[in-house]
């Protein structure tokens, strides 16, 4: 969990613990919760809420070409037979 320092003028090392810039503040590095509870005892330190990344999605394996090649022709095949039996009815 992280804390946000909303304070003025707050540094990059409070109590110990590394702070960064960012919109609204400046962010913690990622802390204990009895670290974080003691921070937002504090006016002006809250909170904030972390969102776990999305865990990355493989794509999944494309089918070799010689498949793809086969269900092609056979594709074909197909046309070209339901073609012929048109043209004979």
Same mark, same amino acid.
């Given at each position: 969990?992280?804390?946000?320092?909303?304070? %003025?003028?707050?540094?990059?090392?409070?109590?110990?613990v590394r702070f960064a810039p960012t919109?609204?503040?400046?962010?913690?590095?990622?802390?204990?919760?009895?670290?974080?509870?003691?921070?937002?005892?504090?006016?002006?330190?809250?909170?904030?809420?972390?969102?776990? %990344?999305?865990?990355?999605?493989?794509?999944? %394996?494309?089918? %070799?070409?010689?498949?793809?090649?086969?269900?092609?022709?056979?594709?074909?095949?197909?046309?070209?037979?339901?073609?012929?039996?048109?043209?004979?009815?």
């Open positions: 969990m992280r804390v946000l320092c909303t304070l %003025p003028h707050a540094g990059t090392l409070i109590s110990g919109d609204g503040g400046m962010l913690s590095d990622p802390l204990t919760a009895d670290e974080a509870a003691r921070f937002v005892r504090i006016p002006g330190y809250v909170l904030v809420a972390e969102v776990a %990344p999305e865990p990355a999605v493989e794509p999944a %394996p494309a089918a %070799p070409l010689s498949s793809a090649v086969r269900a092609a022709a056979e594709l074909e095949r197909r046309r070209r037979k339901e073609g012929a039996a048109a043209a004979s009815a």
